[in-house]
């Protein structure tokens, strides 16, 4: 979702400069780019250690998310070509599923703002037990869809969900957005979802 569907990478980053400011704590921006498509509970300690917090893991993610989701509820930055693609899975009826490292309370604001049969099957971070790059949350989402993941397409903009998801065992359309992700056996560049269709999509399948 971050980075894929809605670039809210900004807003993570925005937020995490917040509380280093907030609590006298150390961060840069290469801080920030090694947290994108972690798992939030790995980022809850990776900003605990660097800012030096009293916080416990758990409610630094709390605080993150309480940052991220005041922003996303006063605005939805939508990447190009994703509403328009999602729109057209739907009208194909070809189930989706999302697959995300953000938690249930930040997701539904942005789920809330397409149909409510967008997606047939929603894994969030907070419902796996080991996230990404684990491939636990695309064989999740897979199995719930009734699919082996090798018959699935994922579409990822980070190394680590494209890791997560190829490891797993799908072929990955992967959209650079804020940082590289270096290729890999079963992944196919594009430069942004703008103007793919579904009709696209068989092509990138092996």
């Known amino acids: 979702m971050d980075g894929t569907l809605v670039d809210t990478e900004p807003y993570w980053i925005e937020t995490e400069y917040e509380l280093a400011r907030t609590y006298g704590g150390a961060w840069s921006q290469e801080d920030a780019l090694a947290l994108v498509g972690n798992d939030l509970l790995e980022s809850g300690r990776y900003i605990k250690e660097r800012m030096g917090l009293p916080h ?9 998310l309480d940052g991220v989701v005041a922003r996303i509820q006063q605005h939805v930055p939508w990447c190009p070509g994703a509403v328009e693609l999602l729109a057209d899975l739907r009208a194909q009826q070809i189930p989706c599923a999302l697959v995300t490292m953000s938690y249930q309370r930040f997701v539904a604001p942005i789920l809330s703002q397409l149909p409510a049969e967008t997606f047939a099957v929603v894994v969030t971070g907070d419902q796996v037990t080991r996230g990404k790059p684990h491939p636990e949350p695309y064989e999740t989402a897979a199995a719930a869809l009734g699919l082996a993941p090798a018959q699935c397409l994922a579409i990822e903009d980070s190394s680590t969900g494209t890791r997560s ?3 797993a065992g799908c072929t990955v359309l992967v959209v650079e957005n804020h940082v ?12 942004t979802l703008a103007g793919v269709g579904v009709a696209d999509l068989p092509a990138l399948l092996p």
């Open 56 to 64: 416990t893991p758990e409610e630094v993610v709390e605080l993150l």
């Open 180 to 191: 590289p992700v270096p290729p890999g056996e079963r992944r196919v560049f594009r430069s």
């Open 165 to 167: 998801a190829e490891s």
